[in-house]
């Protein structure tokens, strides 16, 4: 029970990668505060995640591509007495399109939830974490590194991500607040769904990662456990790729 005694704030927690980060750190004893947009599907995934009822799972609405929303979330936070020493920006969208004919609606809306949200979670958690450290845990992407066409918006937003990571850890090493990212390979999410199904795309991805198959949630959820568990107290500014091996190889 490597969390017990501490509170994590997961963004996009109720589904994909961060329900299965909610799921591990819930075994690992965490209070968990789950951020999702739709409310109905967010309680129903806390009622899920907290299978003893030990009241250690507190579902806030939020859309964190809205400042206004995420105020109101924080303010819920601090009206439920709850505190924070981890904190996993999860919470993310993908929008493909050519990049000739990409909206910028849909531009600003990728980068609103998945660099904008995350930034804006990140600074209203300075004041939970500046006088006992924190631990902050990025969700960032393959395309932090590489990039593939029609998602051009992610691709930024994911580079922007991995860069922001490093912009927290050396700004807030003074207050004890390490700052890690974690760049999943081809995992099996809903985020996926079509591109698994696509025949011709599975077999590029499978063919192109070295494991030769797509990665699973909890892979990405033990990487994340460990950046928040204290053997991590000394790395920060850190991107570890859960990619089976993708980014090592040509
Ligand atoms: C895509 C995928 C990727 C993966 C992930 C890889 O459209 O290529 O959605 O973006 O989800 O980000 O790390």
Avoid at 111 to 122: E, K, P, Q, S, Y
Wanted: aromatic residues 8%; neutral net charge; proline residues 3%.
């Amino acid at each position: 029970m490597v969390l017990e005694g501490k509170t994590a704030l997961i963004t996009g927690g109720s589904r994909g990668i961060g329900r299965a980060i909610s799921e591990l750190y819930y075994q690992e004893g965490a209070t968990l505060i789950i951020m999702a947009r739709n409310e109905q599907k967010l309680k129903e995934a806390c009622a899920q995640i907290d299978k003893e009822h030990q009241g250690r799972v507190h579902p806030i609405a939020c859309d964190v591509g809205n400042k206004d929303s995420i105020a109101a979330a924080f303010e819920q936070i601090k009206a439920q007495g709850l505190t924070i020493d981890i904190l996993v920006n999860c919470a993310g969208i993908n929008i493909r399109e050519p990049l000739e004919t990409f909206s910028l609606e849909s531009w600003n809306k990728v980068m609103d939830v998945n660099l904008t949200g995350a930034f804006l979670i990140t600074q209203a958690c300075f004041e939970f974490m500046k006088d006992k450290g924190g631990k902050i845990v990025n969700i960032a992407s393959l395309m932090s590194e590489i990039a593939r066409p029609t998602i051009a918006a992610y691709t930024a937003s994911k580079g922007g991500i991995k860069m922001f990571t490093r912009a927290i850890a050396i700004e807030w090493a003074k207050y004890n607040i390490q700052a890690n990212a974690i760049v999943p390979g081809y995992i099996a999410t809903e985020m996926n769904t079509a591109l698994i199904e696509d025949e011709k795309f599975n077999k590029f991805i499978c063919d192109r990662t070295p494991q030769g198959r797509w990665g699973k949630p909890e892979e990405v959820a033990a990487a994340a456990l460990f950046f928040a568990t204290p053997g991590a107290n000394f790395i920060t500014g850190q991107v570890l790729a859960v990619d089976g091996g993708i980014l090592a190889s040509l």
